[in-house]
């Protein structure tokens, strides 16, 4: 089974997460941030991932280190739940429409984390949550699940469907590379034999 459970608590944030990648899409996300909620159901419903995430945050301060933290404890959870990567498609992509809003979003499970996100926003937040963070929770997923990601929000006009869009590719793209391939016949799909 390819799944990880994921305790994260630091001073500013206390987060549990279970991740099982060959799931359907079943979620119970909570993380004081509704937002957020919202943005995560989509990665895992369009990702076909089974994710139970609850945070306690310090809200009181702002939203930052509870999208940052959970970004991180996600990004954990993938990389643990791959394991070695040994028969996964490794990569995948996924353009995505919400309305007037088109989203790009490119993974490569390589085991070598980068991340480039290019997006314009119109408001300084969207449901309380600075969009700032939007490209800093892309950016620490891909650090802790060792994961080269591109995101690219290529027009729009509101930055809801922006962001919706944006983590709805993130789910799909995910999902794609995280597949299993039977082709590989469990094999580390790398030139070099392995993905570290």
């Known amino acids: 089974m390819r ?68 970004a991180l404890a996600l990004g954990r959870a993938f990389d643990q739940a791959l394991g070695e990567r040994k028969g ?43 969009t700032s963070l939007f490209p800093h929770f892309l950016e620490s997923l891909a650090a802790a699940a060792r994961c080269n990601l591109h995101a690219r929000v290529l027009y729009g006009r509101d930055d809801h469907h922006q962001a919706e869009a944006l983590f709805k590719a993130l789910g799909r793209a995910l999902g794609a590379a995280a597949q299993l391939d039977p082709r590989r016949a469990g094999a580390v799909p790398s030139t070099k034999g392995t993905l570290v």
């Open 3 to 70: 799944t990880a459970e994921i305790h994260h608590k630091t001073n500013e944030t206390d987060i549990r997460l279970s991740l099982k990648l060959d799931g359907s899409g079943q979620h119970e996300i909570s993380t004081g941030v509704g937002f957020l909620d919202h943005l995560l159901s989509h990665v895992a419903v369009h990702g076909l991932f089974d994710l139970q995430l609850d945070a306690v945050g310090d809200l009181h301060v702002d939203t930052h280190h509870t999208v940052e933290d959970c």
């Open 88 to 130: 996964i498609a490794r990569m995948g992509s996924a353009y995505v429409p919400m309305d007037e809003a088109l989203a790009l979003v490119v993974a490569d499970l390589s085991g070598r984390p980068y991340a480039v996100i290019q997006a314009e926003w119109h408001t300084p937040s969207v449901g309380g949550v600075a």
